[in-house]
């Protein structure tokens, strides 16, 4: 770099992390090497965890999906396209993306990734809920488990006692579901049934709660996910709430994480904490209540029997336990979007089978079954079925991280030191390990 470009590097790094929108670029190798801070933001992830790292690894698609890699395979641009996923994070994000690929001197060296945030607009017009028209109640809700049917006593409480409401679970483990079925179990019935999305809310809208709301004599107000307002605003709502209590009203609020540890890491107010508390309702992830998996699947299929006349009639004993094992980052959401994804592609068939399962759901959940790797597993050989290149190196790496970390007894600085990295980065590539060698 000559002395004039490098001069000029801090200001392109400045300009590229105050962008309001998300810039991930990629070398020719598929390396990240510029992750802004607005991306950082949208996929709820540490700078860290980027550095040096392939995009396959980072986000649970695989390179069909993404749009970096297609273009860099491909050489021309995409533009307008829209990818939901759910990051490492657990939670689901939707964007719109410009993908360039970059030359200099006429050689393709990398691509570049601009990212609206579209997430809260999508739940917004997309919202899941509002699928069927029907309004939600709690029996539609499935709750096989002990945890979820305590969970449904407790909110039935809540409906009667029409106290205000906190519920507390993981992205997609329901909680817009019970907020809705509270609401539609008052007696009398309430007014309108109002949401907020505070996803990345802005000042208008909680303006606008006033404007909206205040001419109602009773409405149920549901603000999904408060913890991910700033805390200005998270202020700002908690004086329109204070203002709009009168009896009639009803309110309901969620988060996705403990509030105490939300509270002491400053992403929850107190008060607005305290304001929601009368109730506060712990969904458990499905992971941790996994009866719900099935049950939820019989109800899904016996559903699409009824309306699309569909056949099947359930999965195999591989699905089933593959199923079990799987930890459902994204929750009943990711149950619901995946029996969409089969179902849609299925024709005649009773059962859903593994081949059925989609390609990007058998790469995240392969390696769950597996025993450990031996070197046999690298051979390439005639009779046996070739692995998709991706998955082929995360088994060699998972297989070469272990021998180093072996001959090194386990030492992480001294097996960071033969490989060339830095201990954080072999700590994550290690804890990924551990979760399952998957992606
Ligand atoms: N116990 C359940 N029974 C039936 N359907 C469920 C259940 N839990 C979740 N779902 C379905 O899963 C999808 C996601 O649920 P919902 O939107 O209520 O999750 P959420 O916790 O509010 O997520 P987020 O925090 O991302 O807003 C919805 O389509 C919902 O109907």
Redesign the pocket.
Known sequence: MDKIEKALFPLYEFAVNRAGVGIHAIDKNGRTVIYNHKMKAIEGLELEEVADRSIIELFNFNQEESTLLKVLQSGIEQLNVKQTYWNRKGN?ITTINDTYPVFSNGELIGAVEIARDVTALEKFILH??RKNSDPVTFN????ASEE?QAVVSTALKASQAKLPVLLI?E???????LAESIHNEFSPVNGPFYTLFCHRSDESLIDRLDEDLTEHDAFTLFC??IDLLSIPLQQKLFSFLKKAVQPGNQFIA?I?DDPVELIAKGALLKDLYYFFASFAIRISPLRKRKE?ILA?ITSYLAKRRERFGSSLEGITTEVEELFLRYEWPGN??EL?FLLDEITSLASTESVITYDMLPLHFRMKSNGLNDTPLQDTDFVVQHQKDLLPLDQYLKDAEAYYLQKAMKLHEDNITKTAQALGMSRQNLQYRLRKLKNGRGD
């Open positions: 689901e899941p809920l539609q809700i499935i709750a979820m679970g992205s997609g483990t329901g909680k817009d579901l999904d996910r969620s996705g719900d939820f009943m959401r619901e």
